[in-house]
């Protein structure tokens, strides 16, 4: 779907369309916390996009209200009416589609090879993208191709409303132009690696054997010598199963007040918990705290138990231990605040 949060707000309330407009949290003035949810085509062409900070998204809109642009409009980000879109969404998908697999509250594939050829499957795509559109009224891009990657890469090409047929043989010069990002897996990280090995896209990236990519990026870079070349073998899972149940929480003030932290924590806690309950788990192995200080430097720890454990006092131990660093020099040397933490549990059971 396209922009799909703002598209919602834009067809529900008629005064938000045309003008740029921000789905999420409140800027307050420039000093609100949090992040933009999503962000509609005119707001995304003064540099706002999804998880800008809040903050920024507000400075960029006023940077352009002073150059005499129109300024942004904020709303709150609805989920629940969301959510019940995305389900009248997925119904007409399946209409036509009979084996999907949704891979977000906006997204997802197909399995279309019953069409048996790619000029039935795009005309197929158009008549599923004029349903959405005729009953929703939203717009939805597609991308065709042999795999979920070149598929998913093919659906942002011409955003939005838009359709991109990738063919098989086409896959690689289809890649190769394209930047670093454009590959998932690819972060900024990863890309600033790569550049220092003379790699600025796709094509570059050819120029590194299996061996040397292996060497620099251990087991994910055999994966993207794969990816490159078009090649994806994940299949599609009509059934996807829940593989971690996460909570986070991003504080009105920088702190290190360890009661605020510590009260905090213990509400994360509670809440993913109760959500292991709610998907029908029993346990869990691994958990995972992420923190992210005031200048946005984020870091995860993980430990991963010996035994199963589904208690509260299990997870409150093992997230306490894995906090305490952060409050001294181990993992907090310059004493930063933190903006953000984050719980989730992971091996479910």
């Not at 709610?278 to 705290?289: A, D, K, N, W």
């Not at 231990?321 to 549990?345: A, C, K, S, T, Y």
């Amino acid at each position: 779907m396209d922009a799909f949060f703002a598209a919602i707000e834009e067809r529900d309330t008629p005064a938000l369309r045309g003008i740029p407009l921000v789905v999420g949290a409140d800027p307050l003035g420039g000093k609100g916390r949090g992040v933009v949810s999503t962000s509609n085509y005119l707001a995304r062409a003064y540099g706002i996009h999804s998880a800008t900070p809040i903050s920024m998204a507000w400075r960029l809109s006023e940077a352009a209200r002073r150059a005499g642009r129109p300024a942004v409009t904020f709303v709150s980000v609805d989920m629940p009416k969301y959510a019940r879109v995305s389900e009248e969404i997925m119904g007409i998908v399946k209409r036509f589609i009979p084996v999907v697999e949704q891979a977000s509250i906006d997204e997802t594939y197909g399995d279309l090879s019953f069409t048996e050829c790619y000029r039935t499957a795009a005309a197929l795509a158009r008549e599923v993208k004029a349903a959405i559109h005729a009953e929703s009224r939203l717009t939805a891009s597609a991308g065709i191709g042999p795999n979920k990657l070149i598929a998913k890469i093919a659906s942002g090409m011409s955003k939005p409303d838009g359709l991109t047929v990738v063919c098989e043989e086409e896959s690689e010069s289809f890649l190769a132009p394209l930047p670093l990002r454009a590959i998932p897996g690819i972060g900024p990280k990863t890309e600033v690696l790569l550049s220092q090995h003379g790699c600025t896209c796709v094509q570059d990236m050819k120029s590194l054997t299996i061996s040397q990519l292996d060497a620099l990026l251990g087991k994910r870079g055999v994966d993207l010598h794969e990816k490159i070349r078009g090649r994806d073998s994940t299949p599609l899972e009509e059934y996807a199963a829940i593989k971690s149940i996460s909570e986070q929480h991003t504080f009105d003030a920088d702190t290190l007040d360890s009661r605020r932290l510590l009260s905090e924590l213990e509400l994360l806690g509670k809440g993913v918990m109760d959500r292991l309950q709610q998907e029908g788990f029993q346990s869990f192995r691994t958990v995972v705290l992420t923190v992210r200080f005031a200048d946005f430097k984020t870091i995860s720890r993980a430990h991963t138990l010996a035994e199963p454990a589904g208690e509260m006092a299990t997870l409150r131990r093992e997230i306490l231990r894995l906090l305490m660093p952060f409050l001294d020099r181990r993992e907090n040397p310059r004493h930063q605040l933190i903006r953000l933490l984050g719980v989730r549990v992971e091996k479910l059971m």
